[in-house]
């Protein structure tokens, strides 16, 4: 894929996540290694040719991901498709998140009722997307893939 087919990608996954109320990211649960744990997700955001994601030190999605990274995401738009995502969050990444990408995530988190100090709270964390790679489906069986 190109930089430029790799940015439209990404932009299109974004603008897609980002524009319903939240979307549903899974993991493997710390303590049952064999039970997936879904819970709602709404922030999301292109940078660096990355796919970011953001949540807090302190929940137990950040340490299921730590221990095993793999993750799937789904969301629906009504009227749309629905949206597929697979890969493995990157939380080392979390040192190279721009102040422009803490800033949005603070004012999103916040916004959504979360209580951090600001956007260097080290309880936010920002992890990126490794081995991305995203199915657009409709109910017709059609289907687009993309990778990032």
Same mark, same amino acid.
């Given at each position: 894929?190109?930089?430029?087919?790799?940015?439209?990608?990404?932009?299109?996954?974004?603008?897609?996540?980002?524009?319903?109320?939240?979307?549903?990211?899974?993991?493997?649960?710390?303590?049952?290694?064999?039970?997936?744990?879904?819970?709602?997700?709404?922030?999301?955001?292109?940078?660096?040719?990355?796919?970011?994601?953001?949540?807090?030190?302190?929940?137990?999605?950040?340490?299921?991901?730590?221990?095993?990274?793999?993750?799937?995401?789904?969301?629906?738009?009504?009227?749309? +498709?629905?949206? *597929?995502?697979? #890969?493995? %969050?990157?939380?080392? =990444?979390?040192?190279?998140?721009?102040?422009? !990408?803490?800033?949005?995530?603070?004012?999103?988190?916040?916004?959504?009722?979360?209580?951090?100090?600001?956007?260097?709270?080290?309880?936010?964390? +920002?992890?990126? *997307?490794?081995? #991305?790679? %995203?199915?657009?489906? =409709?109910?017709?069986?059609?289907?687009?893939? !993309?990778?990032?």
């Amino acid at each position: 894929m190109t930089n430029n087919a790799a940015y439209e990608a990404l932009e299109e996954i974004v603008d897609y996540l980002t524009g319903i109320p939240a979307w549903f990211l899974a993991t493997i649960d710390e303590s049952d290694t064999a039970q997936p744990r879904v819970r709602p997700f709404s922030f999301a955001a292109a940078e660096q040719g990355k796919l970011w994601f953001s949540t807090s030190r302190d929940k137990d999605v950040y340490r299921e991901l730590a221990r095993n990274p793999k993750f799937e995401l789904s969301g629906w738009k009504p009227g749309e +498709y629905w949206i *597929v995502v697979t #890969g493995q %969050a990157n939380l080392a =990444d979390d040192a190279s998140a721009s102040a422009a !990408l803490r800033q949005a995530g603070f004012e999103h988190m916040v916004g959504i009722g979360e209580h951090h100090d600001s956007p260097n709270d080290g309880r936010l964390v +920002y992890f990126s *997307v490794r081995n #991305g790679i %995203a199915h657009m489906r =409709d109910i017709d069986g059609s289907e687009r893939t !993309l990778t990032f």
